[in-house]
């Protein structure tokens, strides 16, 4: 008898062997019955491209935190460019001259470590294909940071499904990382590797000014101008909230407005607030909110103050809160960094390597474009 019943226990232990996991979602027990499309995920802008002391305070960087510190604390969308440089694939920020993270493959694998570390939360990964990588060569790089396994398959790369799984359906299926490429042909070997545009609207990234954020749908093209349009392809919204700069727009350069980050940031308060703006699109989409929010310097704000309210997040668990970091207690004085860190896209354009958006040229004291071409980091 007590044989029997140990061999009929034995597999239901095992069946289930970490009960933790029906206790919290993405860093509450609220999420976990709700479904993927239908919660907000607290985007990271641009990820893998710091400014801070590994960067020389980089005015290319656009967060604070690192990766996996920013997973730590609770976003749950990592954004970032992949760039060909040298044969390998980089992740870099507009040009390879100008900030290279490193090996995409290498990103990657600190992402791998997190989700092992980490079992009970999805995360969202979304790839600028900058240099035009095919689903095979992308493919590569996640099979060389072994993270392949972890990857939710839709069921067709062909269009946006009607609804998404539960966070728990996923934890439990092991397939807690969603990759979205911008852009791809897409390719049936690769069944993880989506094509963004045809899961994921946008509204408007380009604001210079804070009175100028947009609820208004811009890509893809299919879904411009109509939020009905877009709410009815069954796309997930992505509201992008950050601002750059405006003092050197007429030379074509824009940055991340940092000083003004707070705000931009901040759950209620001054114009451009993430809180209001979100409110203001949740009811513009007809009460849908958005599923992803991506803003720059996420620690800031702090930003996941309006996820947590948009999700009904009260009882947060498991996030560790940061303290500021050096390079963001000097928020505003980053204007002399946008003419040293050009300067390495000029002496790169001079030895016959031509970055992307054009040669840089000292201009009246100003570094400018010699081909007119602009540069948004
Ligand atoms: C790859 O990941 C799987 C699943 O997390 C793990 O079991 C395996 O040991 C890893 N392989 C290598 C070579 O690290
Ligand atoms: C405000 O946004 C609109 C539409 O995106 C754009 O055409 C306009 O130039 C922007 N104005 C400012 C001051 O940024
Ligand atoms: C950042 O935004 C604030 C608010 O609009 C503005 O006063 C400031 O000049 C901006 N900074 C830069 C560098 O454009
Ligand atoms: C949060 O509550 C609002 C209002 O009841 C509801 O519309 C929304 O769907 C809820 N969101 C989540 C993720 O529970």
């Not at 499309?37 to 985007?43: F, K, V």
């Not at 992949?82 to 490193?102: E, K, P, R």
């Not at 909110?289 to 620690?299: A, G, H, S, Y």
């Not at 928020?331 to 002496?347: M, P, R, Y």
Request: glycine share 8%.
């Amino acid at each position: 008898m007590r044989a029997f019943s140990l061999l009929v226990l034995l597999p239901v232990a095992l069946a289930n062997p970490l009960n933790v996991r029906s206790t919290a979602c993405n860093n509450s027990p609220d999420l976990c019955s709700k479904s993927y499309g239908e919660i907000t995920h607290l985007g990271a802008h641009d990820s893998p491209f710091v400014r801070d002391s590994t960067t020389s305070d980089s005015v290319a960087g656009d967060q604070y935190y690192d990766t996996p510190t920013q997973l730590d604390a609770g976003v749950r969308l990592v954004t970032g460019q992949v760039h060909q440089s040298n044969s390998q694939w980089h992740l870099c920020h507009t040009s390879c001259d100008l900030l290279d993270a490193g090996l995409l493959s290498s990103w990657l694998g600190d992402i791998k470590t997190w989700l092992d570390d980490n079992p009970n939360e999805v995360v969202t990964v979304l790839l600028v294909n900058s240099d035009s990588a095919s689903a095979s060569d992308l493919n590569t790089e996640f099979e060389t940071a072994n993270i392949t396994s972890y990857a939710y398959e839709p069921t067709s790369l062909d269009s946006a499904p009607t609804s998404w799984p539960t966070l728990q359906t996923m934890i439990n299926d092991g397939k807690r990382l969603v990759v979205f490429i911008a852009s791809l042909t897409t390719s049936s070997s690769y069944p993880y590797l989506m094509d963004e545009f045809t899961f994921v609207w946008e509204n408007p990234y380009n604001v210079i000014s804070p009175s100028n954020f947009s609820c208004v749908p811009q890509r893809p093209s299919s879904v411009s101008g109509s939020a009905s349009t877009a709410l009815s392809s069954n796309r997930l919204p992505l509201m992008n909230h950050f601002l750059y700069s405006s003092d050197l727009s007429s030379l074509g350069i824009e940055y991340p407005n940092a000083s003004y980050v707070s705000t931009t940031n901040a759950p209620s308060g001054g114009v451009g607030n993430l809180g209001s703006t979100a409110t203001k699109c949740k009811s513009a989409w007809d009460g849908r909110q958005p599923t992803f929010i991506l803003v720059d310097f996420f620690n800031r704000g702090p930003a996941i103050e309006t996820v947590d309210n948009l999700n009904n997040v009260t009882n947060a668990v498991g996030r560790t809160s940061l303290t500021t970091s050096a390079a963001e207690s000097s928020d505003g004085s980053t204007i002399s960094n946008v003419f040293k860190d050009l300067v390495g896209l000029a002496e790169a354009a001079a030895a016959g390597s031509t970055p992307t958006m054009g040669n840089w040229i000292w201009v009246g004291g100003n570094w400018g474009s010699v081909l007119g071409g602009g540069i948004s980091l």
